[in-house]
């Protein structure tokens, strides 16, 4: 037997704890890896509470990513003890995820661990600092460089923006950081912001158009949030949407796509293809400052990982989470 956080729902009671699983259960796959990490996301957390349908299909072990080394494989591209990371393919949601010791995957959804990364590294940054990393990619490729001019990150004290943050500023960029809590103001300048943006000033209905302000920006929110953030970028600016903490909803008008040539870019962790994900994790090992790391994580059990999930839909949980799964 080994532990894991089992989500199940039976007779419309939709339950979620730590309790032994038989190592039979697994899921099919080619590659068994003991896991040594997982972290708490935003999305793990919507799955434990059954506050959003995230799960797909019930029994189910969340955990959208985790990090450790292979067990067993018939996969010719992992042997055992080789250490691996997962992020996204649908694990936690259609197919048993990393907040577990064991994890039994398609070998294909693995990659090998980064250097200089420990496998405790690797969770600090998580599917949260690879989406990130993905964002910074995307306004990149579309011409966005520190001399552009100012970029905004929104939800900046969550775990894709802390990390957002930190990335760009070690770049170069002047960064504005958008948060709701404004506790958070000196974190987020320790990471780098220059500037700390109130959420409220972004919340609510805005104008088709307002002050142009900012050259690229990296949206974890979705809703008025990410419309109003459209509506302030400057000329041909680029705007990288990857979250929808805010709401699912996009009340904008055409307006900065067509008078401004703005540039609103979706970015998917969970499918990017295997060279975009290697390419992400090698930028993460250049332009990811490890110092910072330790600013942004914080280290919990396993067994914490029920009690905390609604913390974290709260907005109470700053940065990243990472789960000690220590099988």
């Known amino acids: ?43 793990d957390a919507l799955a434990i509470t059954g506050a959003s349908p995230v799960v797909r299909q019930f029994p189910m072990v969340p955990g959208i990513d985790f990090a450790g080394v292979v067990e067993t494989s018939s996969h010719p591209a992992c042997k055992p003890g ?75 004290a969550g775990g894709v923006g802390s990390v957002a943050v930190a990335v760009l500023a070690k ?59 459209c509506a302030a970028m400057r000329y041909r600016g680029t705007v990288a949407a990857c979250g929808l903490a805010s709401g699912m909803d996009f009340p904008a008008t055409v307006a900065p796509f067509i008078l401004r040539g703005v540039t609103l870019v979706g970015v998917d962790s969970v499918m990017a293809p295997r060279a975009e994900r290697l390419e ?6 250049s332009d990811l400052d490890l110092s910072k790391l330790d600013v942004v994580t914080q280290e919990v059990a396993l067994a914490d990982v029920p009690a905390l999930a609604p913390e974290m839909l709260a907005g109470k949980v700053r940065g990243r989470v990472i789960v000690a799964v220590r099988a």
């Open 171 to 229: 770049l170069g960029y002047e960064v504005s950081a958008v948060t709701g809590r404004a506790e958070q103001a000196d974190y987020l300048k320790g990471l780098g912001a220059q500037h700390i943006v109130e959420r409220a000033s972004l919340s609510a209905p805005g104008k088709p158009l307002a002050r142009e302000q900012w050259a690229g920006a990296i949206d974890v929110a979705g809703g008025h949030v990410l419309a109003n953030v």
């Open 280 to 285: 992400a994790w090698r930028r993460l090992a």
């Open 82 to 156: 080789d250490s691996v990371v997962l992020n996204g393919w649908g694990v936690g949601e259609k197919h048993w995820g990393g907040l577990a010791e064991r994890a039994r995957v398609n070998g294909d959804w693995l990659v090998p661990l980064q250097a200089p990364f420990s496998l405790k590294q690797a969770m600090g940054i998580g599917t949260a600092g690879y989406t990130a990393m993905l964002c910074v990619m995307a306004l990149e490729r579309r011409g966005v460089t520190p001399a552009s001019g100012p970029v905004v990150v929104t939800g900046a």
């Open 1 to 43: 037997m080994f532990q894991g956080i089992w989500i199940d729902k039976q007779d419309g009671r939709y339950t979620a704890d730590l309790r032994g699983i038989n190592p039979e259960q697994l899921p099919e796959g080619d590659v068994t890896v003991r896991v040594a990490y997982s972290t708490l996301n935003y999305k």
